[in-house]
T-cell receptor
C-alpha cells in the first residue's frame, strides 16, 4: 500500500489570508489526487481532484500537483472561518486499484 | 436521493460480542467502500465492492471482519468477537464507475464503542 503523508497541524491563518496545505506521496506512478474536507464530527466530502501536473483552480481553491517532487498542495484564498476543518489528501492505493489511501489530515483553523 | 445512509449511527457493545453495520449507497452507484477512522487519523481502507463482487480487501483486516453486498445494493459489515481496538468510526462510501474513481460520497458513519 502506498503512502500519503500530511502535516497534522494545526495550521492557523487569519481570515482573508491564503492557507497552504501540503501532501507528499510515495508512489511515483500515482496519477490522480483528491482533497477532502472533514468538519469536526462529520464525514469527509470531496472538494478538489487533480490528474495532471500543474495547477487546477475552482473558486477560492487551487490544487497543485508536482509529479517530479511527488508533492500535492491545496491553496485556499481569502480564507474564511467556515473553512476551519481537517483537510485530507488522498491518492490511489496502488496503480490500477480503485480504493483510495488517505493521509492523516491537516487541521486548519481560520481566525476571525 | 438522500445520499449514503448508515445504520446504526452509534453502537456500544461489550468485548467479545458481534456487531453488524449496514450501508445503503446512493442508488445508481455501483461501487461501495468501507473505511475505518479513529481520532486524529484519516480513513483507513477496509474493503471495496463493485456491484456484488468484493474486489479488494485490506491485508490489515483480520478474519473477524466480513462484509457482504448481496444483489449489489446495500452492504453489511460484521465484526465478530469485538475487541477494544475495534472502537472507531466505520465509514461507508459509494461511487460511480468511471474516470473520477476517487469521487467518493461518504455516509455519516457508524460509531462503534467496545467496552
Amino acid at each position: 500500500q502506498k503512502e500519503v503523508e500530511q502535516n497534522s497541524g494545526p495550521l492557523s491563518v487569519p481570515e482573508g489570508a491564503i492557507a497552504s496545505l501540503n501532501c507528499t506521496y510515495s508512489d511515483r506512478g500515482s496519477q490522480s489526487f483528491f482533497w477532502y474536507r472533514q468538519y469536526s464530527g462529520k464525514s469527509p466530502e470531496l472538494i478538489m481532484f487533480i490528474y495532471s501536473n500543474g495547477d487546477k483552480e475552482d473558486g477560492r481553491f487551487t490544487a497543485q500537483l508536482n509529479k517530479a517532487s511527488q508533492y500535492v498542495s491545496l491553496l485556499i484564498r481569502d480564507s474564511q472561518p467556515s473553512d476551519s476543518a481537517t483537510y485530507l489528501c488522498a491518492g490511489p492505493m496502488d496503480t490500477g486499484r480503485r480504493a483510495l489511501t488517505f493521509g492523516s489530515g491537516t487541521r486548519l483553523q481560520v481566525q476571525p | 436521493d438522500t445520499g449514503v445512509s448508515q445504520d446504526p449511527r452509534h453502537k456500544i457493545t461489550k468485548r467479545g460480542q458481534n456487531v453488524t453495520f449496514r450501508c445503503d449507497p446512493i442508488s445508481e452507484h455501483n461501487r461501495l467502500y468501507w473505511y475505518r477512522q479513529t481520532l486524529g487519523q484519516g480513513p483507513e481502507f477496509l474493503t471495496y465492492f463493485q456491484n456484488e463482487a468484493q474486489l479488494e480487501k485490506s491485508r490489515l483486516l483480520s478474519d473477524r471482519f466480513s462484509a457482504e453486498r448481496p444483489k449489489g445494493s446495500f452492504s453489511t459489515l460484521e465484526i465478530q468477537r469485538t475487541e477494544q481496538g475495534d472502537s472507531a468510526m466505520y465509514l461507508c462510501a459509494s461511487s460511480l464507475a468511471g474516470p473520477t474513481t476517487g469521487e467518493l460520497f461518504f455516509g455519516e458513519g457508524s460509531r462503534l464503542t467496545v467496552l
